[in-house]
Every structure is written in C-alpha cells, then in structure tokens.
C-alpha cells in the first residue's frame, strides 16, 4: 500500500531557516474533509498525486509513503 501524505503549511523551503522552522510537517488528513489517499500501487498514488499538485494553488509539497 502506498499513502499520500501533505505538507501541512504550504510554504517554501529555504535553506536558511532554522531546523525548527522548517514546515516539514506532513500528514495524511490536512482537515475534516479532506480525505485519506491510499493506492495499492506507487503508479496509482503517483497519479492521484499529481491531480492533487495540479488543482492545489497554494503550492503544497506531496510525497508518497509506502505502508
């Protein structure tokens, strides 16, 4: 099984923050309505994750676990 997993705070990386500035923050779930995205294929949840990238404005980071 491979999950989708989202930056929680969408913002930028940049080198010269402090490691606690970081926002490398990810979950599964960003609220209520959201959902959880579970594939039983990496190519599945790639898929799903760039339709994810596409439609989200606020430049949002994605990455693909498996579990």
Known sequence: MYKIYKQLIPAPLNENDPHW???QIWVAKLNSQDTIDEFETHQQAQQ???QLIDADPTN???EIRQV
Do not use: I, N
């Open 21 to 23: 500035a970081k926002r």
């Open 48 to 50: 799903y994750m760039q």
């Open 60 to 62: 949002r980071l994605y």
